[in-house]
Structures are given as C-alpha cells and as structure tokens.
C-alpha cells in the first residue's frame, strides 16, 4: 500500500512538473519575448527627413461681401438680401454647387454720432455686413465667378485662396521622399560611427502645410466694375517632416 501511494506521488509530480513546464513553453515565455520586444533598443539612432512635392492647387476659395448702409435696419436688410440672393443665383449658374457656397457672415452695426450740445451719443444709421464663402472647384471660372458678382452689388472681395483639396492624395510623394531622406542619413551616419541600422523602432510625422496664394482683400466699385480679372493659381510644395529612430548593431 504505501509503495501505492508513493507511486502516486511520483505521477502527480511528474504531471505538475509537466504542467509547470507547459505553461512556461507556450505563455510565460512568449510574454517574456513581448515585453522585451516593445522595450526600445538600448542602443539607437534616430534621424529626420524632408520631403516635398509639388503639386496644382485644384480649388480656389474666396469671400464675397456686400457692405450697405442706410437709417432704416429693416429697409437695409432687404435690400443687402435681394443682392446677396442675387449674387448667389450668379455663382451657382457658373457651376458652382451649393454646398460649396456658405453665409459666413450676417453683421447689423449701429452707426453713432455725438451730439456736443447734449453730450450724448444717438444712432443716425446702420451698417451691415453680409458674406459668403465659395469654393470654386474648376479654377478656369474662378476669373468669371468674381467678374460675375461685382456688378450685382458685392463691394468688398475677401482675399483668394488656392488650395489642394484633399492634400492625403498627393503626399504620399512627398512622405516617400522623406522616408529614402531619412534611411540614407541613418545609414551614412552609421557607417560613419562603425555600427549598422537595424530595425525601425519609432517614427513620427510632421505636415509643414503650405502657405496657400492669396490675393489681397479689395474693395471694388459698383456697376462699372465688370471686368475679368486675370487670375493664375500656380503650384504649391507640399511637405512632410519625419522622425525615424533605428535600432543600431
């Protein structure tokens, strides 16, 4: 009987033992092997790049406003609605969609005067202020929509814009440049220094976005002023800044 318990002993042991080893094997050791892959290298290199490209801008954007003034504020405001309603019925008729054009601005301002003899001040008018934002998709009519709208009563043309789009579809150019920027550097670096690039360990991305083309914010004239002006989007360069660290041998 006890050479029975004895063997027992040893079966139960041998299984905890195997037991104790399985669970090393097959889940202590592969989270060992995680943990010590997500620490960083104690020994690395990190380096950064520029890349550009340079790419046609494919949207103008520009505010139109009409500036009136009058004594009356509900007279005013009907009058400055009939032009704006009519200098959007304009813009669109030139292909422009609507969801393209938005009110930006509604702005009714007092006008004051002071009265020296009573030493106090009164309203003897009003100003308002009404404009709107339009992105212009197709550039050749960017020169026809501002034309357009001058003679329909907009004195005031905020500054022009032109932009890329939607800029995700055009930097991979530039985000591959930089990538080739920064493993030549490393590995320059590293054969200077007697060590070899391993691994990437990190990397991190910066977007210089350029500085779009304007033209300045003009006041312009009234019927008169229905003249095409010249307008020339030219070329933007678009930039991507990174940041790769490696780890060295």
């Known amino acids: ?51 550009k490209t340079t790419v046609s801008p494919d949207v103008a954007e520009v505010s139109f406003s009409v500036v009136s003034q009058g004594t009356n504020s509900e007279t005013l405001a009907s009058e400055n609605n009939d032009k704006m309603s009519a200098v959007v019925e304009n813009i669109k008729s030139n292909g422009v969609d609507a969801k393209d054009i938005k009110t930006t601005g509604y702005d009714l301002q007092p006008r004051y005067s002071y009265d020296k003899n009573t030493g106090k001040s009164y309203i003897y008018g009003y100003t308002l202020t009404q404009t709107v934002f339009v992105k212009v998709r197709d550039l050749t009519k960017v020169a026809k929509v501002i034309g357009g709208v001058t003679p329909l009563g907009i004195n005031q043309i905020g500054g022009i814009s032109f932009v890329v789009d939607d800029p995700e579809k055009v930097l991979g150019a530039a985000r591959d440049d930089a990538f080739k920027k920064a493993k030549a550097k490393a590995e320059e670096i590293a054969k200077s220094s007697g060590v070899r690039i391993g691994e990437v360990v990190s990397v991190s991305e910066y977007q210089n976005t350029p500085i779009p083309y304007f033209a300045e914010r003009a006041a312009v004239g009234g019927a008169g002023a229905a003249s095409v002006p010249t307008i020339e989007p030219g070329t933007q360069e678009l930039k991507v800044n990174i940041t790769i660290t490696y780890s060295i041998k």
Not at 2 to 25: P, R, S
């Open 1 to 51: 009987m006890e050479n029975n318990y004895k063997n027992y002993f040893w079966i139960l042991l041998d299984i905890l033992i195997a037991g104790i080893v399985v669970n090393l094997i097959f889940f202590v050791m592969p989270t060992i092997q995680r943990f010590g892959d997500s620490l960083t290298p104690a020994r690395t290199l990190t380096v950064t790049a520029e890349g």
